[in-house]
């Protein structure tokens, strides 16, 4: 699911090519996508594109009637730009279609699950309803920081990804946040030492930080065509079995539900490899234990 860094290059890349342009209509190939009646569709054909925001990984686009659309690209969701003015919808990828005199955006979303959305709002106040109240990690203080993390007692890999607590962070950047910060995902946020949580604050800022450079530096002024969550270079998100490239340790991972954590034993839990639900209880004793036994 596109996260903080790759939500704010799409923005760049939305401003560059739609700011200020007319919206000539809008053509929705799968009716799923649309699930707002209030405005109607019509409110922002023949409407201009006057500005944009981040609403933790919903991207909000403004018209100049003070109507909003939200869109919300899950995991899968995708925005893709044609030079070509009313381009064909994509087919069985393609949702939408957003027609302007100098070219098309398209909106698709792979594989058989429709979870993108998208809403029409009027207003500011339509706009609050889809804030999520987490704190804007790049613009806070770490008193600010400290407060949200400690409000509630879970593992710091589920409020890091909690939208109510911090805005934009999902599975993917958690990851590599929490190996910057040599930080095992299960630790308990409130028994977290002042230590762990200054260091905490200073990974989350320099992560996202580092891969908006990054992801800005790819793209240059074109459009981001290769939005994943999957990136060669990171640390550890989904480079299970493959060396850390800190400490060259295998990197781990614990699976459960659609998700998984990946993290370094070494760097991250005193080489201690972390209980897998699947793994552990099938070979129970012959589980091992320390990262130094599998090496």
């Known amino acids: 699911m596109p996260e903080l860094p790759d939500i704010t290059v799409y923005i760049d890349a939305l401003e560059r090519y739609i700011g200020g342009k007319r919206l000539e209509r809008v053509r929705i190939a799968n009716p799923f996508?649309?699930?707002?009646?209030?405005?109607?569709?019509?409110?922002?054909?023949?409407?201009?594109?006057?500005?944009?925001?981040?609403?933790?990984?919903?991207?909000?686009?403004?018209?100049?009637?003070?109507?909003?659309?939200?869109?919300?690209?899950?995991?899968?969701?995708?925005?893709?730009?044609?030079?070509?003015?009313?381009?064909?919808v994509k087919k069985k990828l393609g949702l939408a279609a957003f027609d302007f005199a100098h070219g098309t955006l398209q909106f698709t979303e792979a594989g058989s699950?429709?979870?993108?959305?998208?809403?029409?709002?009027?207003?500011?106040?339509?706009?609050?309803?889809?804030?999520?109240?987490?704190?804007e990690v790049l613009d806070s203080s770490?008193?600010?920081?400290?407060?949200?993390?400690?409000?509630?007692?879970?593992?710091?890999?589920?409020?890091?990804?909690?939208?109510?607590?911090?805005?934009?962070?999902?599975?993917?950047y958690s990851d590599e946040i929490l190996h910057r910060?040599?930080?095992?995902?299960?630790?308990?946020?409130?028994?977290?030492?002042?230590?762990?949580?200054?260091?905490?604050?200073?990974?989350?800022?320099?992560?996202?930080l580092d891969w908006i450079e990054r992801l800005r530096k790819e793209t240059g002024e074109g459009f981001p065509e290769k939005v994943t969550a999957f990136r060669p270079d990171m640390a550890v998100h989904g480079r299970f079995n493959l060396p850390c490239p800190?400490?060259?340790?295998?990197v781990q991972r614990i699976v459960y539900a659609a998700n998984e954590?990946?993290?370094?034993?070494?760097?991250?839990?005193?080489?201690?490899?972390?209980?897998d639900r699947?793994?552990?209880?099938?070979?129970?004793?012959?589980?091992?234990?320390e990262i130094d036994s599998i090496e």
């Open 33 to 88: 996508l649309l699930r707002s009646i209030t405005p109607p569709l019509e409110a922002v054909e023949g409407a201009t594109v006057k500005s944009f925001k981040r609403l933790g990984k919903r991207i909000a686009i403004g018209m100049d009637n003070s109507v909003w659309m939200v869109i919300h690209l899950m995991i899968a969701g995708r925005f893709h730009w044609s030079n070509v003015a009313h381009a064909p």
């Open 278 to 289: 699947a793994m552990s209880r099938l070979l129970k004793e012959d589980w091992p234990r």
């Open 181 to 208: 910060a040599k930080l095992s995902p299960m630790k308990l946020t409130q028994k977290m030492s002042d230590e762990e949580i200054a260091r905490l604050h200073d990974a989350t800022r320099e992560t996202m």
């Open 142 to 172: 770490l008193e600010a920081f400290r407060e949200a993390l400690t409000s509630e007692n879970h593992t710091v890999k589920r409020s890091l990804t909690d939208p109510t607590l911090f805005s934009g962070i999902g599975n993917a």
């Open 246 to 250: 800190v400490c060259s340790a295998p």
């Open 113 to 135: 699950t429709r979870r993108a959305s998208l809403h029409l709002v009027q207003g500011e106040d339509g706009l609050a309803a889809f804030d999520r109240g987490g704190l």
């Open 261 to 275: 954590c990946n993290y370094c034993a070494r760097c991250q839990t005193e080489g201690r490899r972390l209980a």
